[in-house]
């Protein structure tokens, strides 16, 4: 396997009032490609900032980040959000779903800004992604008219009708009931398994880590021994 996301020295300071917040603190990070990899450490450690470093939402401030084999330094907006749209999908623990559209056209919509499918292609991968992910018979629905398990299925789907090589779920079953949370794990792990995606997720959960193949411990914006 090779790597699909390398990470050397990454440090990443926020400013805050008069101070700085020391954020992530030299991390020393190689994830093989095809990895289940669970992010873990409690709340505040730095979890969701590696994250969004390697999703191109925050920048190092220090470091070398690479995915797909790409150094995220010096590339420009256009260039960001070209690897966004075609490399990396995402997860959020508040679905982030856009609740005028039903379930298929949020699915739909990343398609439509990639503009290089016919709208009978991008309505074709929306509703086999929405069949398996076992909301088939939802697509008509808005998000406000299901439950929080099915949003997140959605989001799920959204996340990989690009076909990307990675996968960021940041805390995915924060707001779900455990069995829900369950369920969504498994879906996550059977996409990881029959497609080979690269899934990177952050918890604080433990009941999470039976699903994890991997696992990167953080405290204090530092890597910790397992």
Do not use: W
Not at 170 to 178: C, I, K
């Amino acid at each position: 396997m090779s790597a699909i996301v390398k990470i050397q020295g990454l440090i990443k300071d926020y400013p805050l009032d008069q101070t700085t917040v020391h954020a992530l603190r030299g991390i020393d990070l190689t994830i093989e490609q095809g990895s289940f990899l669970s992010i873990i450490g409690p709340s505040g450690s730095g979890k969701t900032t590696l994250l969004n470093v390697i999703g191109c939402v925050d920048q190092a401030t220090q470091g070398t980040v690479q995915v797909g084999g790409t150094d995220l330094a010096g590339l420009n907006d256009h260039a960001i959000t070209n690897l966004r749209l075609h490399k990396i999908g995402f997860i959020f623990q508040t679905f982030n779903l856009i609740p005028v559209l039903n379930a298929r056209e949020n699915v739909e919509f990343p398609l439509l800004l990639m503009k290089k499918y016919s709208s009978s292609e991008v309505k074709t991968k929306a509703t086999k992604l929405l069949e398996a992910v076992g909301l088939g018979d939802y697509a008509q629905h808005r998000p406000a008219e299901l439950s929080g398990g099915q949003r997140q299925r959605i989001a799920i789907a959204r996340a990989l009708v690009t076909e990307p090589s990675i996968i960021l779920a940041d805390e995915p079953t924060a707001n779900l009931d455990s069995v829900t949370g369950e369920g969504i794990l498994e879906i996550m792990s059977e996409m990881n398994r029959r497609l080979g995606t690269t899934f990177i997720f952050s918890t604080h959960d433990a009941n999470v880590l039976k699903y994890a193949r991997s696992i990167v411990k953080i405290h204090d914006g530092r890597l910790v021994e397992n």
